[in-house]
């Protein structure tokens, strides 16, 4: 029979190995969640660009009607 100060130290492991493998769970969603995002970023970027390029034509053409 297993001793109190053993039996404690037993549970506090098995809750500290219990608690490792949630977050190693959680790494992995973090993982794909970090993917996920680095692709809504590049699509967020190639729409700022889009945008940019169209106020920069719209600018454009006003100064030319200004100046005209």
């Known amino acids: 029979m297993l001793s109190d100060r053993t039996e404690k130290a037993r549970k506090r492991l098995e809750k500290a190995i219990a608690r490792l493998e949630g977050l190693s769970a959680e790494g992995g969603t973090m993982a794909a969640d970090d993917g996920n995002l ?7 970027q190639e729409l700022t660009q ?3 390029d169209r106020l920069d ?3 454009s053409r006003v100064k030319g009607i200004l100046e005209s």
């Open 57 to 59: 034509a719209t600018i």
């Open 50 to 52: 889009s945008v940019s």
């Open 38 to 44: 680095k692709v809504e970023n590049a699509v967020l």
